[in-house]
C-alpha cells in the first residue's frame, strides 16, 4: 500500500527557529520542508537524500535565486510530497529509487527538489519539496485536486504497480481517488463526512416503494439531485459542492439504490457505531452542580447533537453529522474545557497566555542547560514538559477556532430541523384529498 499528500507551502519566516526545533514533523515553510526533507537524523543514511538543479546544503537559498530572478517572490512557496509505504513493504533504496521517477515525471524537470527517504517511523516514508516557480521559464506550479488525482496519485500507482508494489482500493473507478485520511478513517471503521449522506440515503430507501418516493424523501430531507451531468449527483444540505453517487459506495449507485428498492431485504442498513462517553466524564465524574454555560454548554450541545452522550435524539441533522469523524477531537476539547473549568473565550485565551509562558521559561532553562551541562537529564524532562505545553496551547488555539464552526453548525442543524418539518407539513397536506364541501351543503 502506497499513498501520497501534496501540501503547499506558504510562509518563509522563522526558518532557523523552526529548524532547531526537531519535534516538529510538518513542515510550515519552504525552508522548514527542504530541512525536514534533508534531515539526516530522520534518513539516516546519506545515501537516501537526493536533489535536482539545486544542492542539498544550498536548496533554499538556490529555489529563492530562482524566485528573485523571475520575480515571483510571492504566493505558494513550494510544494511538500509525503509518499507512505506499508510497513515491511519496501526498501529504503526502492522507496528512495520511486520518490525519484515520481518526481521527475510529475516535474518533468523543471522545477528544482530535493527528496528524503526517511527511516524514523514504522513505515518508510519518502519527502519530495519542490519550488513552486520553474527555474526554466518562471512559470508557477499549480495544485488542485484533478491534478492530484489525475497525475500525482496516478503516477504514484503506476509506478507502485510497476515495482509489484500494493496500492490503495478507492472502491470507485480508476479516475476516483479518495483522500488518504477519508480512506483510513472507513478503513478503520470510523464515520467520514460521507457517512450522513449515506445514512440519508438509506433512511430515503427504508421510506419508500418506488423510485420517484425516493427522489421525494431525498428532497425533504434537503437534498438536491441532478442526472444532468455525465454522473448523477447530490448536493446535501447547506452545501455548495455536489457528490456523486458512485463515490458513495457501490451500494450507493444508481443501480444498487433502485435494486434495494425493489428487493429491500438483499441489503442491510448502513450503521455506524461512534464512540460513546460514559455518563458524567466529562464533568470530573460528577453531575454539574449548576447549568452549563459559555464554552461548554455549546460543546455539550453539539456532542448531544452527534449522539454521542446520552438521550441522543432521533436523527441528528446533516450539518452536525457530516462532523462525526472529528468526533474524538471534539471530545478530546470538551474534556480539557471541562477539566479546567473554562467557559469562556476569555479564560481559554488566559489559559493558553499563561502556557506560553510557562514554555518561553522552559525554553531558555534548556538553553542554559544545552551550553553548560548539555548531558544533564534535566533536558529531558524539560523536552517532555515543553511537548505537553505546546500540545495545551495548540488545543486552546483550536478550541478557539473550533467554537465558531460548532456554533454555525449547530444554528444550521435547528435550521435543517425547522425546515423540514415544514417540508414534511406540506407534504402531508398536499396528500390530502381535495373535496368540494358545496355537493353537500
Known sequence: MAYTSVIPVRRLDRAVKYVMNKEKTTAVSLQDALDYAAN???????????????????????????????????????YHLVQSFAAGEVT???????????????????????IGTHLNTGHIHSHVVWNSVSQIDGKMYHSNYRSYVTEIR?????????????????????????????????????????????????????????????????????????????????????????????????????????????????????????????????????????????????????????????????????????DAYKLDQRIRQMEFLSCNSIDTLAQLEAYRQAKLGEIVQLTTERKSLYNANPDSPRIQQITAALKQLRQEERLCRKITEHSIEVQQHLTEARRDRAEQQQREQEHKCDRRPNIDLTLYS
Not at 185 to 202: H, L, S
Open 92 to 114: 529504503p533504496e526502492l522507496a528512495h529509487q520511486i520518490a525519484k521517477e515520481l518526481a521527475d515525471r510529475v516535474l518533468g524537470g523543471r522545477y528544482e527538489y530535493v
Open 154 to 322: 496516478a503516477i504514484s500507482d503506476e509506478l507502485c504497480q510497476k515495482y509489484k508494489l500494493s496500492v490503495i482500493d478507492t472502491e470507485n473507478s480508476t479516475h476516483v481517488a479518495k483522500p488518504y485520511a477519508e480512506w483510513m478513517a472507513e478503513k478503520n471503521g470510523q464515520p467520514t463526512w460521507r457517512t450522513a449522506i449515506r445514512q440519508d440515503v438509506d433512511d430515503a430507501i427504508q421510506q419508500s416503494l418506488t423510485w420517484r418516493q425516493f427522489l421525494s424523501a431525498m428532497e425533504r430531507k434537503g437534498y438536491e439531485i441532478n442526472f444532468s451531468r455525465k454522473y448523477p449527483v447530490l448536493r446535501p444540505p447547506g452545501k455548495e459542492r455536489f457528490v456523486r453517487f458512485k463515490t458513495l459506495g457501490k451500494r450507493y449507485t444508481l443501480e444498487a439504490i433502485q435494486t434495494r428498492i425493489l428487493y429491500p431485504r438483499s441489503y442491510r442498513p448502513y450503521v455506524e457505531n461512534p464512540p460513546t462517553i460514559q455518563r458524567g466524564r466529562l464533568h470530573n465524574g460528577k453531575r454539574p452542580r449548576r447549568k452549563l454555560i459559555g464554552l461548554r454548554a455549546l460543546y455539550y450541545r453539539y456532542l448531544y447533537e452527534l449522539g454521542a452522550l446520552p438521550r441522543k435524539p432521533r436523527r441528528a441533522s446533516y450539518a452536525v453529522r457530516q
Open 40 to 78: 539526516r537524523d530522520k534518513t539516516e543514511q546519506s545515501c537516501f537524500e537526493s536533489s535536482y538543479a539545486c544542492t542539498l546544503e544550498t536548496a533554499f537559498a538556490d529555489m529563492r535565486q530562482t524566485k528573485e530572478q523571475w520575480h515571483k517572490p510571492g504566493g505558494v512557496q513550494g
